[in-house]
């Protein structure tokens, strides 16, 4: 298999976006990125991961940020940005991956062929999944998935021209729902065999 393919997986929060991902990656052997990829920043920084997954995927504070000469004070941008180079790096160089978030439906553009997949489920089963992931009631898994979603999608629509979680903006929106995890992946494994092999 010599082409090469980024798989891009958008999510809403408690959909299994997460653990999809990570299965399709393992069954095609590809490489899968998350917040792993903050490890790797911390690493070539030299600080503790757990400074920068604070500021991970959220939206930068218009209130308390600016940009001057093209350099912003804003560590929410700042650590987006270096995400975004640090995976460009890894698609120039060839590899395949798959990559949760990150604004991974954009930012290859020029670079790669990308299949922009976006996961949902409906409301209960997010709920379930929340309640079990994080041990809480359900009035707050709720709250928590309508407030996750509000980061999600402010960060990306800031970084993106396309809209976060719109049909329009995807090559396939799946509901989880439907087939579950396993299934969901298997599916998804089916379909980027064939892009493989167009």
């Given amino acids: 298999m010599n082409k090469q393919l980024v798989i891009s997986i958008g999510r809403e929060f408690g959909s299994g976006g997460y653990r999809i991902g990570k299965k399709l990656a393992e069954k095609l052997g590809f490489e899968f990125f998350d917040r ?12 503790d991961t757990n400074n920068l997954s604070k500021y991970d995927e959220k939206p930068k504070s218009k209130l308390f940020s600016r ?14 940005e270096m995400q975004f180079a640090l995976l ?5 160089d060839g590899d395949s991956f ?19 997949i976006f996961i949902t489920a409906s409301e209960e089963d ?5 309640v079990e992931q994080f041990n809480v009631t359900e009035a707050e898994a709720k709250k928590k998935m309508v407030r996750h979603d509000k ?4 960060y990306h629509d800031y970084f993106c ?14 509901n989880a729902s439907v087939l579950g995890v396993d299934g969901t992946a298997d599916l998804l494994y089916d379909y980027v065999q064939q892009l493989l092999n167009k």
């Avoid at 792993?36 to 030299?46: I, K, R």
């Avoid at 997010?126 to 929340?130: R, S």
């Fill in 67 to 80: 940009t001057v000469r093209g350099m912003s004070n804003s560590p929410e941008q700042n650590i987006a």
């Fill in 126 to 130: 997010k709920v379930k999944e929340i």
């Fill in 161 to 174: 021209k396309k809209p976060w979680g719109e049909v329009k903006s995807y090559d396939l929106c799946l």
């Fill in 88 to 92: 460009k790096s890894k698609a120039a």
């Fill in 151 to 154: 980061k999600r999608r402010a």
């Fill in 98 to 116: 798959v990559v949760v978030g990150r604004c991974s439906d954009e930012i290859f553009n020029g670079i790669c062929d990308v299949a922009s």
């Fill in 36 to 47: 792993n990829l903050l490890d790797e920043l911390a690493c070539q920084m030299g600080v």
